[in-house]
């Protein structure tokens, strides 16, 4: 546990995932989504605003947390700012949820996220198992945009 939040530089280059780290977080999307899709009629709508603010708070804290470890292990630099269309899509869906609810938004976050999550689901950069804090906030803020 120790080395839970190490950072080295190698991290995103030779894959160490096994298949059951690779593809157990796909099955815990895809039975979220299930789940949600059987349960959207028979929850009521505070209980829906509940998971859609939890799931929201974990996004914000997932992405907010990627910042402050690389922040830790490298220093301020320009590519702390992270366009990545992942990180573009949590900051937008966010701010989706916590601030300004528009149609507009909310249709260019669906396709962002979308597409940005499933390209990198499928074909993951992280390499670490999960021993290791990068291998969990990337799963899970990939599988929170779906």
Same mark, same amino acid.
């Given at each position: 546990? =120790?080395n839970? *939040?190490?950072?080295?530089?190698?991290? $995103?280059e030779?894959s160490?995932?096994?298949?059951?780290e $690779?593809?157990? %977080?796909?099955?815990? #999307?895809?039975?979220?989504?299930?789940?949600?899709y059987?349960? =959207?009629?028979?929850i009521s709508?505070r209980?829906k605003?509940v998971?859609?603010?939890?799931?929201g708070?974990?996004?914000?804290?997932?992405e907010?947390s990627?910042?402050?470890?690389v922040y830790?292990?490298?220093?301020?630099?320009?590519?702390?700012?992270s366009?990545?269309?992942?990180s573009?899509?949590?900051?937008l869906g966010?701010y989706?949820?916590?601030?300004?609810?528009?149609?507009?938004?909310?249709g260019?976050?669906?396709?962002?996220?979308?597409? #940005?999550?499933f390209?990198?689901?499928?074909? %993951?950069?992280?390499t670490?198992?999960?021993?290791? $804090? =990068? $291998?969990?906030? *990337?799963?899970?803020?990939?599988?929170?945009l779906?």
């Amino acid at each position: 546990m =120790k080395n839970f *939040f190490t950072y080295f530089p190698d991290m $995103y280059e030779e894959s160490e995932l096994t298949q059951l780290e $690779y593809i157990g %977080p796909l099955l815990i #999307g895809i039975l979220m989504i299930i789940l949600f899709y059987f349960l =959207k009629n028979r929850i009521s709508n505070r209980a829906k605003n509940v998971i859609i603010f939890t799931l929201g708070g974990v996004l914000a804290i997932s992405e907010l947390s990627d910042k402050i470890w690389v922040y830790a292990n490298q220093g301020w630099h320009w590519d702390m700012l992270s366009l990545h269309l992942c990180s573009i899509s949590a900051i937008l869906g966010v701010y989706i949820i916590f601030f300004k609810q528009s149609r507009l938004l909310f249709g260019i976050w669906f396709f962002w996220s979308l597409q #940005g999550a499933f390209q990198a689901l499928l074909s %993951p950069t992280v390499t670490v198992g999960v021993e290791y $804090y =990068k $291998y969990w906030q *990337f799963f899970t803020h990939h599988v929170l945009l779906i």
